[in-house]
């Protein structure tokens, strides 16, 4: 049995037959749907199962969903999913990532040393890279840790606010009895009692402390305090 045509409802032969959109059509019948204009399998568009041209094709807009109670409540809804949604994932993954260290007077220390170290070990390569080769040693050539801690005074400070004794001894000497030292390093004071420098500083009036520290006035500014014993050397 024969198909009807989708335009015009009459029987479509197989010699005049077109099949798209899910119908039979006649030739002749497969037309725009507003212009009349006769389309073919090339050029048509289809839309709602119905063939259009290219120029009266539907133009199809998006539309503006209206912010409804009901609307409100779903986006409202939504929001609280994703905040427990979040919840549970930091809950979940709470304790896996880095710890934070505390800020004791020993990792204080140990910082210190280690930039320290860098500071030298950076002077080091500097002078190599001026000379264009190996440079005398300036300094011990294996320093040990004892070298670079401060004393017991020094320690002290960041959690004894009262001066002690070991502080008050460190009281700047008679001008008189102190030597004279060049800086051979720069230093940036890491405690409020200690002195900054840069490389040709002479430091005047300088006293032995212990084994790696002395206090001594830097000539150029003046001021005066703790430094290490190995950023300078006696002239």
Same mark, same amino acid.
């Given at each position: 049995?024969?198909? +009807? ?8 032969? $197989? ?5 798209? +959109? ?24 289809? /839309?709602?199962?119905? $063939? ?9 807009? /998006? *539309? ?17 999913? #994703?905040?427990? +949604? ?6 979940? &993954?709470?304790?896996?990532? /880095? ?19 860098? &500071? ?5 390569? !500097?002078?190599?890279?001026? *000379?264009?080769?190996?440079? $005398? ?10 070298? /670079?801690?401060?004393?017991?005074? #020094? ?37 409020? =009692?200690?002195? #900054? !420098? ?11 402390? =212990? ?15 703790? +430094?290490?014993? &190995? ?5």
């Amino acid at each position: 049995m024969n198909p +009807l045509c989708g335009r015009c409802n009459l029987v479509v032969y $197989p010699t005049e037959k077109v099949n798209c +959109l899910d119908k039979y059509w006649h030739k002749g019948c497969f037309s725009c749907e507003v212009c009349k204009m006769t389309l073919n399998m090339k050029n048509y568009k289809g /839309f709602a199962k119905r $063939p259009y041209c290219n120029a009266h094709y539907p133009k199809t807009n /998006f *539309t503006c969903v209206a912010d409804t109670p009901e609307n409100l409540r779903l986006k409202q809804q939504s929001k609280m999913q #994703s905040h427990v +949604l979040y919840r549970e994932d930091f809950e979940k &993954n709470k304790g896996k990532g /880095f710890s934070a260290v505390a800020d004791t007077p020993e990792m204080q220390r140990m910082k210190k040393l280690q930039d320290q170290i860098s &500071n030298i070990k950076y002077h080091e390569e !500097f002078e190599k890279k001026k *000379t264009g080769g190996e440079v $005398p040693h300036q300094q011990p050539s294996n320093p040990s840790p004892a070298a /670079f801690q401060p004393p017991a005074a #020094s320690q002290n400070f960041h959690y004894e606010p009262a001066p002690v004794p070991a502080q008050a001894a460190a009281a700047a000497p008679p001008p008189s009895a102190g030597k004279r030292y060049r800086a051979v390093y720069d230093y940036a004071a890491a405690d409020e =009692d200690e002195v #900054s !420098f840069v490389d040709g500083d002479v430091i005047i009036d300088v006293q032995q402390i =212990d084994e790696g520290w002395m206090y001594g006035r830097v000539e150029r500014t003046g001021q005066q305090g703790m +430094l290490p014993a &190995n950023y300078v050397e006696a002239i």
